[in-house]
Nanobody, 131 residues
Framework: QVQLVESGGGLVQPGGSLRLSCHAS????????????IGWFRQAPGKEREGVACIRRSDGGTDYSSSVKGRFTISRDNAKNTVYLQMNSLKPEDTGVYYCGAFVTPVQDQDMCVNWGVDFWGQGTQVTVSS
């Protein structure tokens, strides 16, 4: 069974930092499936889920939303089957539920961080940036 579990969300003041983690079970070594791309997506109430930062398993190539470039960094630890999102200089507009999503089939570079192609989702973790 494939399961993605996020952690690390919380309430942070503007300008603060937060580190999210996503642990993937049922993927990778010893399993028939592995992720091709894994990443972070966020959703505010009444809004579509949007890609924030994604990373390719094979070479570590990344794709970031323009709104987070220079502030967020995605990384992976394949030995731990874990993906991280380091969020710095947080802004109120970063508020939302952050979901970990995994693609298990190859996707084009331009589609590597779009929500419609995600095969497996985590349950989400709330990030609130407010003073």
């Amino acid at each position: 069974q494939v399961q993605l579990v996020e952690s690390g969300g919380g309430l942070v003041q503007p300008g603060g930092s937060l580190r999210l983690s996503c642990h993937a079970s049922g993927l990778g070594s010893g399993f028939p499936l592995d992720y091709y791309v894994i990443g972070w997506f966020r959703q505010a109430p009444g809004k579509e889920r949007e890609g924030v930062a994604c990373i390719r398993r094979s070479d570590g190539g990344t794709d970031y939303s323009s709104s987070v470039k220079g502030r967020f960094t995605i990384s992976r630890d394949n030995a731990k089957n874990t993906v991280y999102l380091q969020m710095n200089s947080l802004k109120p507009e970063d508020t939302g539920v952050y979901y970990c999503g995994a693609f298990v089939t190859p996707v084009q570079d331009q589609d590597m961080c779009v929500n419609w192609g995600v095969d497996f989702w985590g349950q989400g973790t709330q990030v609130t940036v407010s003073s």
